[in-house]
């Protein structure tokens, strides 16, 4: 039979859980921190694996070709290694050009009223416990008191997410503009460049079929 626990048994350990349980949850979100920090530097330290490297990698190609045709139809899983940080990096490089840019002040408001929203979120949680608290133990002052200012806290909390639709709306908006003219600018070349990819494709190359609705 499996060993059968009485509540005697358990009581040292909820004691000292009580008496130690600030320190186990700083120790708990260090671990989490650590193992986070750490997950992401090995990705990042990892490198894309290269095929065909020697003779095994040729042959191993060759079958996966054979069988491609099979895989083609299941969706590619995205796999968070380095390849993927270096795109975010190369995205992130044309959507935030810098710290003083207009989209980078609209990330930094944006993440300040997330903060904003997230405390507001907490005050209201407490003063919900308080307003459940005076109705159980039958207070109509404080109850009266604690829907005031569940109504008062109502305010800021409205201009808060009406302001962060607002501001993500433009940051969107503003992350779009610039992948858009980016992409514009590759295929259709800047003023005066030589490398108007898209008048090649359109012009030098019938491969690639409607040129202009890739873009789009």
Known sequence: ???????????PYADAYIRHRPNIQRVLNLGFAVWT????YWALQAKPKNAGQGRGSSRRSKKGEANAAGDSSKPKRVQIDALFYQRLKALLRIVIPGIRSREAMLLVMHSSLLVFRTAISIYVAKLDGRVVGSLVRAQPVPFLLNILRWLLVAIPATWCNSWLSYVQSKL???????????AMELYLGGVGS??????KLSNLDDRIKNPDQMIT
């Open 37 to 40: 920090i750490g997950g992401t």
């Open 172 to 182: 969107a908006l503003a992350y779009r503009t610039r992948l858009t003219e980016k």
């Open 194 to 199: 030589q490398d108007k990819i898209y008048y």
């Open 1 to 11: 039979m499996a060993p059968v626990f009485s509540k005697p048994d358990l009581k």
